[in-house]
């Protein structure tokens, strides 16, 4: 079990990442400059980490210049040999961008920058983020982001609600997903997904700013160790 983290121009998250991975969970974890081309280092038993930031300062859209970056038809590459790719705000906008997952990241409703705590509630338990959550319990998460409304056709919305691929829903602290409780005005109270075959996900609030007591808040720590025991079954399943 390996960590990358690709950083692009403009990455801000990615150290946060290398932290909580390395240092909190003792997991091995390099950073993967956006020049690189290749990932050849990496199984598809490890999983590679988008991190958040305002990659290449956020012209045009939000991840639309770093999809063009090197290193990321190895990320595609990697991707579709079944590694496991995660995407956190700008790095779920990247995915976004490059095809990797459906649907946009549009401006928040209130045309705001927004930093502060929200509340999640898991959508599924079949996923590399939620595996280990109670799925009727809310998460306290930071989020920190100017783009973070999730968009996508009907179409779309009825495939991810149908093969439940929305691994996370904006919600009050409850679990009550309303809107009231949609932070950015994002369809269905997205705040993130999966591919369908779920070894790709995004999601835009922040379990690695959320995963110390020392920070007054833990309950990003699940978020991540679902990571670890999802990257656990898959090995026992291959061995």
């Known amino acids: 079990m390996k960590f990358g983290v690709v950083v692009f121009p403009g990455s801000n998250c990615d150290d946060d990442l290398m932290y909580v991975i390395g240092e909190v969970f003792k997991k091995p974890i390099e950073k993967i400059w956006h020049k690189e081309h290749s990932l050849k280092q990496f199984n598809p038993g490890d999983c590679i980490f988008l991190p958040g930031g305002f990659s290449f300062g956020d012209y045009l859209r939000c991840g639309a210049i770093a999809k063009f970056s090197p290193i990321m038809p190895e990320v595609i590459r990697f991707a579709n040999e079944g590694g496991l790719v995660i995407g956190i705000c700008n790095g779920f906008q990247i995915l976004c961008e490059s095809g990797l997952l459906p649907g946009q990241l549009l401006v928040n409703q209130n045309e705001k920058f927004m930093c502060k705590n929200v509340y999640l509630k898991p959508g599924t338990i079949d996923s590399p983020l939620s595996c280990l959550l109670d799925p ?104």
């Open 136 to 239: 009727n319990k809310a998460y306290k998460i930071p989020i920190a982001h100017a783009d973070g409304r999730y968009f996508a056709d009907e179409q779309t919305l009825s495939e991810l609600k149908s093969q439940s691929q929305i691994i996370f829903q904006y919600c009050d602290p409850s679990g009550r997903i309303d809107e009231a409780s949609n932070v950015n005005g994002s369809c269905l109270n997205i705040a993130g997904i999966c591919n369908k075959e779920r070894n790709v996900c995004g999601l835009m609030p922040h379990p690695e700013r959320a995963a110390e007591a020392a920070l007054g808040n833990t309950d990003g720590r699940p978020i991540l160790e679902s990571i670890f025991e999802w990257i656990r079954q898959y090995s026992n399943s291959i061995a």
